[in-house]
Each structure stands twice: as structure tokens, then as C-alpha cells.
């Protein structure tokens, strides 16, 4: 089994829908999940990081950790043309692991459809 | 606000050239990486630096050098290029502790 599983897409939404991307793992130790936004031909951007269970909103985008499933959630409200890009998950170990490894999903191509 | 920046942005080379990344940070960070992307493969962590005057090898450290000239600049060579090193590279940075890492642009590496 992988760490870090992540459905590549693509996938092609309508714009205004809410966007759901999600990745499970299976290292219990992981504390700190992060969602990175990637554009053609650029670098991954930090769009949210959370720790350990619960969520987080920062404007359209809402994280969700249910560390006991062991999956991780990014919403996007109101979609739009920008938001179309590839998102990785990402997570890194607390006490039992190693601040600077972090273990990344393959990446979902999101697509927004006019 | 340049955050990460990584020279050059692309680079065709023949195999068995060398060739050295160069990558800088303008956020005090203590921490930076190298990472490579390919295709199905995800980003794959090459080496890194925790601070200042050390450096360990990551998930893929075969074939790669790397040195933390200062705080700001970690640099990346190639010794002798070969075409599977053909790839997409990242340098991040992050701050103490269990922070998160921001990333430069990318260098596009052809190896022919």
C-alpha cells in the first residue's frame, strides 16, 4: 500500500460547483497535512495547512482531517476558471516522524468547465 | 516578494555534461530541499538541508551533489548528466520546526 494515495483525475467540473479532492494515507503518524496548488509550469503554492484532526477554512477553501480514517479533504466553493490546476496533498510526521519529510500525493488535475 | 528562486528555468544537456542548479531563498528560512518531478512518479525529495552547514540525502540522492553555500543558497549538481535525469526540479524552503515548505518555479532539465 501506498503512503499517500491521491485519485490523479482529471477531473472536470462545472464552474460554481463545490470541489471535493481527497487522500487517504496510511502512516498513523502523520500530524500535519498541507494541499498545494500547482499551475502548468510553476511551482506547488501552500494553499492550506492544518494540524492534526478537524477543519479549516480560508476563504472558498475548507481542509477537512479525519485523522481516525486517516483521510484528508479540500473543498472548493464557487469554482472558477483559476481554480483549474493540479492539487497535491501533502503530509509530515509529528513526534514520531521527521519534520523534513514530507510525503506527497501524486496530484488530482482539476479542470473547471465554462 | 521573490520567496524561492531557482536559476536556470531551462537547460538542455548531453549526457555526461555536468550542470549546477541554483537555488535561493529570501524568507530566513533555515531548511531547503531539492526535489524532482516526473510524470506518474510525484515529486521524490533528492536532498536537503536542516540548516546551515549540513545536508542529507532524501528519497532519490543517486547521481546528485548538493552544497548549502549560506542560509539563503543550496545549490544542486550533476556531475556527470545522464537522460534519466531528465526531470523537473524543486527547490523549497521552510522555517523551524514543523513548518510548511514553499517551493520556486521549477528548472526544466533535458538530458539528450
Known amino acids: 500500500q501506498k503512503e499517500v494515495e491521491q485519485d490523479p483525475g482529471p477531473l472536470s467540473v462545472p464552474e460554481g460547483a463545490i470541489v471535493s479532492l481527497n487522500c487517504t494515507y496510511s502512516?498513523?503518524?502523520?500530524?500535519?497535512f498541507m494541499w498545494y496548488r500547482q499551475y502548468s509550469r510553476k511551482g506547488p503554492e501552500l494553499l492550506m495547512y492544518t494540524y492534526s484532526s478537524g477543519n479549516k477554512e480560508d476563504g472558498r477553501f475548507t481542509a477537512q482531517v479525519d485523522k481516525s480514517s486517516k483521510y484528508i479533504s479540500l473543498f472548493i466553493r464557487d469554482s472558477q476558471p483559476s481554480d483549474s490546476a493540479t492539487y497535491l496533498c501533502a503530509m509530515s510526521g509529528g513526534s514520531g516522524g521527521s519534520n523534513y519529510k514530507l510525503t506527497f500525493g501524486k496530484g488530482t488535475l482539476l479542470t473547471m468547465n465554462p | 516578494n521573490a520567496g524561492v528562486t531557482q536559476t536556470p528555468k531551462f537547460q538542455v544537456l548531453k549526457t555526461g555534461q555536468s550542470m549546477t542548479l541554483q537555488c535561493a531563498q529570501d524568507?530566513?528560512?533555515?531548511?531547503m530541499y531539492w526535489y524532482r518531478q516526473d510524470p506518474g512518479m510525484g515529486l521524490r525529495l533528492i536532498y536537503y538541508s536542516a540548516s546551515e552547514g549540513t545536508t542529507d540525502k532524501g528519497e532519490v540522492p543517486n547521481g546528485y551533489n548538493v552544497s548549502r553555500l549560506n542560509k539563503r543558497e543550496f545549490s544542486l549538481r550533476l556531475e556527470s548528466a545522464a537522460p534519466s535525469q531528465t526531470s523537473v526540479y524543486f527547490c523549497a524552503s521552510s522555517g523551524t520546526g514543523q513548518q510548511p515548505q514553499h517551493f520556486g518555479d521549477g528548472t526544466r532539465l533535458s538530458i539528450l
Open positions: 524568507m530566513n528560512h533555515n531548511s
Open positions: 502512516n498513523s503518524a502523520f500530524q500535519y
